[in-house]
């Protein structure tokens, strides 16, 4: 069956260090790979997208890795803030389709 | 630029009732989205339209969910008679279609069925 497995721990970091999350995928071909933030009573909001055909992708201080062969992405947050805390998830597609699903999304507190 | 706009913001009702609720996605947006997502979980798509056709709607409970979105624009998703376990955040998203991909979400409407 189709997974997309993201940590459903929580991640606590220190301040000032690089955060990485991890999305990992069962028995799909995506075309493309989303993170979404999300805050609490609020709806997702985008951050980068990653195709394919890329290996990585930056954004700021966010940067993004993606590895068909393994079947995983990346995400990171370098020089991480207390502001950066929130929900993030990771979503992709089905390669010939346009329907997007979802990750249980990784819970990130960043610790001042 | 405008977003993505849902009403009512907080609904609860008793089980067996009824409740609908409303979104109006970004100008221009070909694509829009309706997501249930269950307190600790990801959201989960329910149905999703290009302008105004169903372009996926293999997770809707057909039974009791249903949705419609008028002229290609704004969407309503009912559900009749609701049960406790529909008890979520209910989240609308707009994109704009094709390889342009990124869905823009308005706030949701948290439903509490009692």
């Known amino acids: 069956s189709q997974k997309i497995e993201q940590n459903s721990e929580a991640l606590n970091i220190q301040e000032g260090k690089t955060a990485t999350l991890t999305c990992n995928y069962t028995?799909?071909?995506?075309?493309?790979l989303q993170w979404y933030r999300q805050d609490p009573g609020r709806g997702p909001v985008f951050l980068l997208l990653?195709?394919?055909?890329?290996k990585e992708k930056r954004k700021e201080r966010l940067k993004v890795t993606f590895d068909t062969t393994l079947k995983q992405s990346l995400f990171h947050i370098t020089a991480s803030q207390p502001a950066d805390s929130a929900t993030y998830l990771c979503?992709?597609?089905?390669?010939?389709?346009?329907?997007?699903?979802f990750g249980t999304g990784t819970k990130l507190q960043v610790i001042p | 630029e405008a977003g993505v706009a849902q009403s009512p913001r907080y609904k609860i009702i008793e089980k067996r009732q009824s409740v609908a609720f409303w979104c109006n996605p970004i100008?221009?947006?070909?694509?829009l989205y309706w997501y249930q997502q269950i307190l600790g979980q990801g959201p989960k798509l329910l149905i999703q339209?290009?302008?105004?056709?169903?372009?996926?709607d293999s997770q809707l409970p057909k039974d009791r969910f249903s949705a419609e979105r008028l002229k290609g624009v704004d969407s309503t998703l009912k559900i009749q008679p609701a049960k406790l376990e529909d008890s979520a955040v209910y989240l609308c998203?707009?994109?704009?279609?094709?390889?342009?991909?990124?869905?823009?979400f308005g706030q949701g409407t948290r439903l509490t069925v009692v």
């Open positions: 028995n799909y071909s995506p075309a493309y």
């Open positions: 100008s221009g947006h070909a694509t």
């Open positions: 979503a992709l597609d089905m390669k010939g389709y346009q329907k997007v699903t």
């Open positions: 990653i195709r394919e055909n890329e």
């Open positions: 339209f290009q302008n105004n056709g169903v372009v996926d």
């Open positions: 998203a707009s994109s704009l279609g094709g390889k342009n991909t990124e869905a823009f």
